[in-house]
Nanobody
Framework: QLQLVESGGGLVQPGGSLRLSCAAS????????IGWFRQAPGKEREGVSC????????NYADSVKGRFTISRDNAKNTVYLQMNSLNPEDTAIYYC??????????????????WGQGTQVTVSS
């Protein structure tokens, strides 16, 4: 059974940091691009950051550039999202997703077939 499980979310103060993890089971991530997406209340799901199967290419939303870093450890079948300088606008449910390669574009949401259940990130004082 293919499964993605996110962890690492929580409540953090503005300016703080969190590291999200996305662990895969039932399949190997070697042949998948991985994306982090988020959805805030009343808003559409949006791409935050995506990484190619090899890790050689990454993509970031303008709103998180310079603050978030995506990485992957294929040996551990896990992808990470390091989030620094968090602000209240980052509050959302964060989902990781897997897209079989090749993908049309790294954060092309329709390419992502497998999704985790999400982890809540709340940035508030």
């Amino acid at each position: 059974q293919l499964q993605l499980v996110e962890s690492g979310g929580g409540l953090v103060q503005p300016g703080g940091s969190l590291r999200l993890s996305c662990a895969a089971s039932g399949f190997t991530l070697d042949y998948y691009a991985i994306g982090w997406f988020r959805q805030a209340p009343g808003k559409e799901r949006e791409g935050v950051s995506c990484i190619s199967s090899s890790g050689g290419s990454t993509n970031y939303a303008d709103s998180v550039k310079g603050r978030f870093t995506i990485s992957r450890d294929n040996a551990k079948n896990t992808v990470y999202l390091q989030m620094n300088s968090l602000n209240p606008e980052d509050t959302a449910i964060y989902y990781c997703a897997a897209a079989p390669v090749p993908v049309q574009a790294l954060c092309f949401i329709q390419a992502y077939h497998y999704w985790g259940q999400g982890t809540q990130v709340t940035v508030s004082s």
